[in-house]
């Protein structure tokens, strides 16, 4: 059986959709990893090996897209929340992240988020690095008298 694990690892997790259906149409692979795959499904899908072969590409391949699809929500999600965070300090989400580019800051919306939420004193400093990138002459002191 661990051969039927290793086997299950590999088909579950393919870097192609058409990866997995190539080796579907060129290869051939065991009908106790198709029914080991198709073991909570209903019907025929579970007990017929042709019909059971189908509904696994199309599992595999629904899994294989929704996890991207998932990624590309969570992104959604920190970019929310890092932009509400900003905008506790009068500072915009767009405003934010070109002055942290402008200044070579490398930090993603993931460690964004989770400094917005665990570190609100190093997300503020963040936030005044962008401030004073974005707007210089604002953050000055007014009582500066040496431009004149």
């Known amino acids: 059986l661990k051969w039927l694990s290793a ?3 590999w088909i579950c997790r393919p870097s192609h959709p058409a990866m997995l259906l190539s080796a579907v149409r060129h290869g051939r692979i065991p009908r106790e990893i198709v029914f080991a795959v198709a073991k909570g499904m209903y019907g025929r899908s579970r007990r017929c090996f042709a019909l059971a072969s189908k509904r696994v590409m199309k599992e ?3 899994q294989y897209f929704m996890r991207h699809r998932r990624g590309n929500e969570m992104r959604i999600f920190w ?3 890092v932009n509400a965070a900003s905008r506790e300090h009068n500072l915009p989400y767009s405003r934010l992240i070109s002055g942290l580019w402008r200044s070579n800051i490398a ?3 993931k460690m964004l988020c989770t400094l917005a939420e ?8 963040l936030v005044d690095e962008s401030k004073r990138i974005m707007r210089p002459r604002q953050l000055q002191n007014s009582r500066d008298l040496s431009m004149f």
């Open 118 to 125: 665990t570190e609100p004193v190093s997300f503020k400093c």
């Open 60 to 62: 595999l391949n629904h």
């Open 79 to 81: 970019i929310t929340r």
């Open 107 to 109: 930090i993603d919306r």
């Open 7 to 9: 086997a299950l690892l």
